[in-house]
């Protein structure tokens, strides 16, 4: 999603809470640099961060910017889950 114009469609069909990730080609790690908004529950609340997200992060062209990606939280039933990747481009 890159404009207010695509939240709601880029929302719509998905469970609240919502997770706001920022997607950049070069920020490899996104929670770090406030990159990840999560238990977003609310259109108004969304808009904002949605709008703050993009303020931060469109304008800055070192980041590689490329939009910002919604997804539904993993729910409580689940239960804490969590998952750490790595990966090395190996040049052979």
Do not use: Y
């Not at 529950?41 to 469109?58: H, L, N, P, Y």
Request: charged share 20%.
């Amino acid at each position: 999603v890159c404009d207010t114009n695509s939240v709601e469609t880029a929302c719509s069909g998905l469970n609240e809470p919502l997770a706001l990730k920022v997607v950049a080609s070069e920020i490899s790690h996104k929670s770090d640099c406030g990159g990840v908004k999560l238990g977003l529950t609310w259109s108004g609340m969304i808009m904002q961060t949605f709008s703050d997200m993009m303020t931060k992060f469109a304008s800055d062209p070192s980041t590689g910017f490329k939009g910002m990606l919604f997804q539904e939280m993993v729910s409580d039933e689940i239960g804490p889950v969590e998952l750490i990747v790595g990966a090395k481009r190996d040049p052979q």
